[in-house]
């Protein structure tokens, strides 16, 4: 395969941060500057639910969850203490950006980007871990990535990291990118870095120490346009920075199997489901109801009333509920029977000892977190590219996640095929891709 004769793309995904953060990504300097010269969108609504795989996996394939597949983090295991992460490849359907990329002949790096494990991509460090007693992080990282590249990675730079703290985890990411394109000059690199979103979890989603994770993320950005600069590379380069949903501040969780426990829906022993008729498997602002028999009229008109006395009694937290098909007209799970969307500083937990708990700093729980309809007011996130192929300083007022693989796509000189997103106008130089 020949390859096409387009400009590198670099793209950075910086999770969780939104559209509440520009103010003050606006007072940094490399941020500041970055922007003033970008072509972008202040309000990206993402996907439904608004978790970090269901997004990424939309940003590389153009689709809604219900068409790509990755409709949550987690796979549906009741029957485990700790689910699996939908971490591989091949649990998207259809195909991705770095698919069709390697098809082109461009060389593709990918660092800790979501559901990439045992992709076909030439510089793979997954974002996968050990997750079972019986696995080793070596092992599974190994398994899952590119071997040689993975061992030279952290040979170098695995001093950094301690498990998934931050900003150990983002500094090892760092080092990493900025020693891929220094020394391999991939044409197509990803990179996701999770500082912000960390800090949202654990201490809110408007904490001051946000800021602090911001600013860490501004120096990244300096180093990234540094070496670019250094190595020649700045003018023939599109670098894009995006995000994939915001947060919301929370302070209590609602465990729906609890009450599916008490109407004899579902048993448990030792803290594992060992069966069940009505299931919830949550998406934190959000949450999936299961049916095992989808065809039992009689049970779904039970847990249909058992959901309109929950959205009736505010400490429920409740906002309101879905059925299929609308469910999946709004681009979330086919397989569920229904949806339920919290109210703000309210989300959802898997667990069945206890109907609610208090959630917040200091209790064990989030103090944030996303996953709630991609509408809500102030939680929109974010997309701006610099780069040769893009209009300077042009603003469009709003797009979706979805559009975000057309634009790249676009960029890229390939096709994704039938995406439910589009290239909005104005954002790109045309003539530079025909």
Same mark, same amino acid.
Request: with cysteine.
């Given at each position: ?19 509440? *953060? ?7 300097? !490399? ?14 609504? %993402? ?10 996996? $939309? ?20 029957? &485990?203490? &700790? ?15 770095? =698919?069709?990329?390697?098809? !082109? ?28 007693p019986w696995e080793n992080q ?39 990118? /900025? ?17 912000? *979103? $960390? ?18 993320? *501004? ?17 023939? +380069? ?17 465990? @729906? ?13 030792k803290g594992v489901v060992k ?8 998406? *934190? ?10 065809? =039992? ?20 937290? /409740? ?32 667990? $069945? ?9 200091? %209790?064990?729980?989030?103090?944030? +977190? !996303?996953?709630?309809? @991609? ?22 007022? %709003? ?15 390939? %096709? ?10 104005? /954002?790109? &130089?045309?003539?530079? /891709?025909?």
């Open positions: 395969m020949i390859k096409h004769e387009r400009n590198r793309l670099i793209v950075l995904s910086l999770d969780a941060v939104g559209s509440m *953060d520009l103010p003050y990504m606006n007072t940094l300097p !490399h941020f500041r500057a970055f922007f003033k010269r970008a072509a972008g969108c202040r309000r990206v609504l %993402s996907v439904y639910p608004s978790l970090t795989y269901p997004a990424h996996t $939309s940003i590389v394939t153009g689709l809604y969850p219900a068409r790509h597949g990755i409709v949550n983090n987690h796979k549906v295991q009741p029957e &485990k203490r &700790k689910p699996d992460w939908l971490w591989q490849r091949r649990y998207i359907r259809g195909t991705t950006l770095y =698919d069709e990329a390697r098809k !082109h002949g461009l060389r593709v790096a990918a660092l800790l980007w979501p559901v990439t494990g045992r992709a076909k991509i030439r510089y793979n460090l997954p974002e996968v871990w050990a997750n079972q070596i092992s599974v990282s190994m398994g899952n990535g590119s071997p040689l590249y993975q061992i030279d990675l952290y040979r170098r730079f695995g001093h950094m990291i301690r498990g998934v703290s931050q900003p150990r985890l983002d500094n090892f990411v760092q080092a990493s990118l /900025l020693y891929t394109i220094r020394r391999f000059k991939p044409d197509v690199t990803f990179a996701h870095f999770t500082d912000v *979103d $960390s800090n949202r979890h654990i201490f809110g989603a408007s904490a001051l120490c946000i800021q602090d994770a911001l600013q860490r993320h *501004d120096r990244r950005l300096g180093e990234l346009l540094s070496l670019l600069d250094a190595l020649g590379m700045e003018q023939k +380069t599109n670098v894009v920075i995006l995000g994939d949903h915001c947060q919301k501040d929370v302070s209590m969780a609602l465990y @729906p199997n609890y009450w599916f426990r008490k109407k004899g829906w579902l048993t448990v022993e069966s069940w008729r009505v299931l919830a498997r949550e998406c *934190d602002g959000a949450c999936y109801i299961y049916l095992k028999n989808r065809r =039992d009229s009689e049970l779904k008109e039970q847990v249909r009333r058992v959901l309109e006395k929950w959205r009736r009694e505010p400490s429920f937290g /409740l906002e309101r509920f879905f059925e299929q098909p609308e469910i999946e007209r709004m681009g979330a799970n086919r397989d569920c029977t229904f949806m339920l969307e919290a109210k703000d500083g309210f989300f959802y937990q898997n667990e $069945s000892d206890e109907p609610f708990r208090q959630a917040g700093y200091g %209790s064990g729980l989030h103090a944030g +977190t !996303h996953g709630y309809l @991609p509408d809500k007011a102030g939680y929109q996130t974010i997309f701006f590219g610099v780069g040769p192929d893009f209009v300077p300083g042009a603003r469009i007022g %709003s797009m979706s996640l979805v559009d975000e693989g057309p634009i790249l796509a676009r960029l890229l000189g390939v %096709s994704l095929g039938n995406t439910d997103g589009r290239v909005p106008g104005g /954002l790109l &130089k045309e003539e530079n /891709l025909v």
